[in-house]
């Protein structure tokens, strides 16, 4: 006979990583509600219970991905993580995100992952700057929906923290900027040309990644990066047979 207590259908036993590096989780039970996301439960924890817990959100709707969190196992943007579809069993585990440096509890400080942005070249270099028209690409053209594959990711640095590469190789730029590069290899208008490929074919770049699909299957806004990683790779190769990089 199984004498565990079952749970209580109107409470959520939630654990939260508390402290920094060396910190431990802490469970808290937070009351069940209707239509309740993750956000709704930390912000409860913190205004109701422990006023001491940190965490970072903005927006709340799912656009400026702030919010992120390692949510029982994975992570997810937690404003828009339901509750009755991330824990129907009523357990809950927050963590912060992988592969950053926690500052405290659920906070992880962001500024690796956007200086490895820098190192793949994300900043936008124009091709003419002396032009005073507006450049006409054509939506159904190869680049431009290359462009449009790789061009929606908000940087909340979901896929940085699903990289087992990054967990590995601490150097390795990650998805999300190398997906920048492929985006800005591909866009017409930009004036970067081999510089971009000089900058991420190497073993801290594209050449790096093992293709394990995490950053797509955990992309928040259904990217690939895994995808970008690819085509980076066809164009080095290319680039490096025709002794042009």
Known sequence: ?????????????????????????????VPR???????DVVTFIQRRIDPTLTYRFSCRVGVCGSCAMTVNGRGRWTCRANI?????????????????????DLMVDMEVFFDKFAAAG???VPENTALTTFAHVKP?????QAVEAAIECIGCGVCYSACDVVAANPDYLGPAALN?????????????????LRMVANDAGCLACHSHQSCQEQCPKNLNPTNSIAGLKKASALAALKGTL
């Open 122 to 124: 994300s900043a936008f």
């Open 140 to 144: 159904d053209s190869k680049d431009r």
């Open 33 to 39: 509600q209707e239509y309740q996301t993750v956000l």
């Open 1 to 29: 006979m199984n004498s565990s207590k079952k749970p209580d259908p109107k409470q959520l036993a939630v654990r939260i990583w508390r402290g920094g590096e060396n910190g431990a989780f802490e469970t808290y039970s």
């Open 180 to 196: 920048r590069a492929w985006s800005l290899w591909n866009d017409v208008r930009d004036g970067h040309g081999l510089q971009i």
């Open 84 to 104: 009755s579809d991330i824990a129907p069993d009523g357990h809950l585990e927050l963590a912060p995100l992988r592969n950053l440096p926690i500052i405290k």
